[in-house]
């Protein structure tokens, strides 16, 4: 199975400020056949279903604010969120969908200072 | 587009289980039905899929034997069944929907299995 390490775990911001979100892969999420890196991202709010906020390494799904973006390439990607609002809190999981079984990083929880 | 759960279910160990999954909205054979678990405080683990369109199903290797993914397209439901289930099965399980990824996600049904 691909293994996904998220860090950090705990991400505590000021709201605001910038955040910052890395996620390794053990293996390439590229497709040489297609050219697309399967890396979603998906953030759950306390108490909530998981929702989509970025798929295939940096496409924002819709209605995610442009505040959030995704990029990397290969095996390290990145959740970027410009400025940390106060609904941003919650774990974020990156997700990968380039080969069965998909596997999620461990979660990195944020929250505010 | 809207995915709906059965409600939270306490369990035996040893018994059989059935979650369901109502689909609303949208074509329900045209698109894959994931099934997630989540143990209370812990992530998310990947448990299986399903193509409504002729059941075409998918495994993750550590549920693979423990539980069935089906479907019944004249309702428009996914199911996640348990022959017989254990205390290590206590989780929310979560159906999500794959249009270009995962999105939306039904409420999330929790089981608790327990003697």
């Known amino acids: 199975d691909i293994v996904l390490t998220q860090t950090p775990l705990s991400l505590p911001v000021t709201p605001g400020e ?91 929880k944020l929250d505010l200072k | 587009v809207q995915l709906v759960q059965s409600g939270a279910e306490v369990k035996k160990p040893g018994e059989s289980l059935r979650v369901s999954c109502s689909a609303s909205g949208y074509p329900f054979t045209d698109y894959w039905i994931a099934w997630v678990r989540q143990v209370p405080g812990k992530g998310l683990e990947w448990v299986g899929t399903i193509y409504p369109g002729d059941s075409d199903t998918r495994y993750s290797p550590s549920f693979q034997g423990q539980v069935t993914l089906s479907v019944d397209t004249s309702v428009t439901t996914a199911y996640l069944h348990w022959n017989t289930v254990r205390a290590s099965d206590t989780a929310i399980y979560y159906c999500a929907r794959k249009s270009a990824s995962y999105t939306p996600w039904g409420q999330g049904t929790l089981v608790t299995v327990s003697s």
């Open chain 1, 18 to 108: 910038p955040a910052s979100i890395s996620c390794r892969s053990s293996q390439s999420l590229l497709d040489s056949d297609d050219g697309n890196t399967y890396l979603d991202w998906f953030l759950q709010k306390p108490g909530q279903s998981p929702q989509l906020l970025i798929y295939t390494l940096s496409y924002r799904a819709p209605g995610v604010p442009d505040r959030f973006s995704g990029r990397g390439s290969g095996t390290d990607f990145t959740l970027k969120i410009s400025r940390v609002e106060p609904e941003d809190v919650g774990v974020y999981y990156c997700m990968q969908r380039m080969e069965f079984p998909y596997t999620f990083g461990q979660g990195t």
